[in-house]
């Protein structure tokens, strides 16, 4: 993305303001926050769960003792702890069918090994798909403002789509795409979108591990336990009836017995002539049944009301939930724990409760925001973002956690992805007061923008952010940092070992959190507001509620 320079109206909005000599937080209370938190006891936190019970009343306890007030939904004319947040969720029950015919042989598919399929979220109790011709649609992108349409008028009533997964740009690194720099095109969330709109009988997302930026083990963990939507009037305009994902190695193999070469069909799909191509002699089948039920979860929402302009607002969010229960690893371990993710951002959550609640009084006030489901697709902040118990025009910004840094101290901060706001150059000048560098992304074509709980946020026009700890480790540099996170996500990210560590290094998350609260308290006691820059995508929602913002 090309730098975008600001107007002197645009400046920094929190320049003026001076630090505080030291943060006021509890390394080891955020630690002991974390072990409960992603303890077995509280069976990996899954919406809908009595993990979640467990989660929601410690967390609103927790809340109590810091002396924040309830700000969550209004019931008889006071405030409760929490938001409700109404959800379909969607579970297979017994076996899951798949076998595919190709080369004139059958094989049968083992759910979890060669194909990970998810619960249909149709709203039917079964599906049931016998021998559906298969497509490949390259990138899967419709997309008319980049003149780039991968369907080429192809009817997909009927069909079975394999669809790559990221940009067409992802391994040529230029192009109408951004380059290596993933757009929402690339998601696998905007790959079963568009399915829908197509028309067809399903998608299945062929995994790789470079462009998806995740391992099998997190494809498989995250897609064949239970699945979450908000609820909809029609879900089929939204979900085809079939979504998965597919083993690279057998897609190229279903390609081969068709009498094609993937990776020569793989660079046609780079272009924006590439037409859909038919897998001669392969079908797909597939039969499983689906419960599906509507539930309430929750968001659990703290406030500190501002003592000069209350009806100001700055949130800070994380999400309370990981995956529960599910497939058990080479351990036998069947508890997805999440402690990186996110217990540690929630027990920075708590922790930034506890310092602002005890501290002096900011002229603004802060929301502190604990939403559920963002494992199952961002749903508990997007649920929020479209029923805000605050309105959006006035909310200051969003500071979101998501994975904390646990490796020690680090030499620079870092975003999920590039955020053209003037909350990044505030952190930018907040990290140098601090000595520390600021370093872009180091995996934009990971899509990092759209994978957080900032994102509902800011797609509506509110200034909002996740950022954290960069790489660079005070002790053995960008090497050292690059391995732990790689080794991170190979071995533990979305698995069962993601769990309490003793051996942590709490330095890096008390200098980590301190960014957040430092950038809390300079936004809440500051008059003026975050900006996005000119051209960028979200401003435009923002500046339709200016007059709101005095």
């Not at 008028?153 to 997964?165: F, P, R, Y």
Request: glycine share 10%; charged share 25%; proline share 5%.
């Amino acid at each position: 993305m090309k730098k975008l320079l600001l107007g002197a109206a645009a400046l920094s909005v929190l320049a003026a303001l001076p630090a505080y000599a030291a943060d006021p937080l509890d390394a080891q209370r955020m630690a002991q926050d974390i072990k409960v938190l992603s303890s077995d006891a509280f069976e990996g936190r899954a919406p809908a769960s009595e993990g979640e019970k467990k989660t929601v009343a410690y967390l609103v306890e927790q809340m109590k003792a810091a002396g924040l007030q309830p700000g969550g939904d209004l019931k008889n004319g006071q405030r409760a702890w929490t938001q409700d947040v109404p959800l379909a969720r969607f579970t297979t029950k017994g076996p899951v069918n798949v076998s595919v015919k190709a080369g004139g042989e059958t094989q049968a598919w083992a759910q979890g090994e060669q194909i990970a399929i998810r619960a249909a979220q149709t709203g039917v109790d079964r599906l049931t798909i016998k021998d559906a011709p298969v497509v490949f649609v390259g990138y899967g992108v419709k997309a008319g403002e980049r003149n780039w349409d991968d369907f080429k008028g192809m009817d997909l009533k009927g069909k079975v789509a394999l669809v790559l997964v990221n940009d067409p740009d992802f391994e040529t690194g230029k192009g109408d795409f951004g380059g290596k720099a993933m757009t929402y095109y690339g998601r696998w969330t905007y790959k079963y979108e568009e399915a829908a709109r197509q028309g067809a009988l399903g998608f299945l997302v062929i995994h790789e591990t470079a462009p998806a930026s995740y391992g099998w083990a997190t494809v498989k963990n995250s897609n064949t336990n239970e699945i979450f939507d908000v609820i909809r009037q029609d879900p089929t305009k939204a979900h085809a009836p079939l979504e998965g994902w597919i083993q690279r190695d057998n897609a190229v193999d279903l390609f081969r017995k068709a009498g094609l070469d993937f990776e020569a069909l793989k660079k046609q799909a780079q272009t924006r002539d590439f037409r859909p191509v038919t897998l001669n002699g392969v079908t797909f089948s597939t039969d499983y049944a689906i419960d599906a039920q509507k539930v309430v979860s929750k968001n659990v929402v703290g406030l500190l009301p501002g003592k000069a302009r209350p009806q100001e607002r700055v949130i800070y969010s994380g999400h309370w939930d990981h995956l529960g229960v599910g497939l058990p690893d080479a351990k036998g371990d069947r508890i997805y724990n999440g402690a990186v993710d996110n217990a540690s951002g929630i027990a920075a959550l708590l922790e930034l409760g506890r310092a602002f609640a005890k501290g002096p009084r900011p002229d603004r006030s802060i929301v502190f925001l604990a939403v559920t489901a963002e494992e199952k697709g961002l749903l508990g902040s997007e649920y929020y973002a479209d029923n805000p118990l605050y309105p959006l025009a006035t909310t200051v910004g969003v500071l979101n956690m998501d994975g904390m840094n646990l490796l020690g101290p680090v030499k620079d901060v870092t975003m999920s992805g590039d955020a053209p706001l003037t909350l990044q150059d505030d952190l930018v000048k907040l990290a140098a007061e601090r000595g520390l560098s600021f370093s872009p992304d180091p995996n934009p074509q990971a899509g990092s923008f759209y994978r957080s709980d900032h994102f509902p946020f800011a797609k509506r026009g509110v200034p909002a952010i996740s950022f954290g700890a960069g790489e660079n480790l005070a002790k053995g540099g960008a090497a050292a940092g690059k391995a732990a996170a790689e080794a991170y996500i190979k071995d533990r990210y979305h698995q069962p070992a993601d769990e309490y560590d003793a051996s942590w290094d709490l330095t890096g998350l008390t200098q980590e959190v301190g960014l957040f609260y430092e950038m809390g308290r300079r936004l809440a006691n500051s008059t003026a507001w975050p900006e996005w820059k000119p051209g960028a995508e979200f401003k435009e929602a923002r500046d339709r509620t200016k007059a709101q913002r005095k």
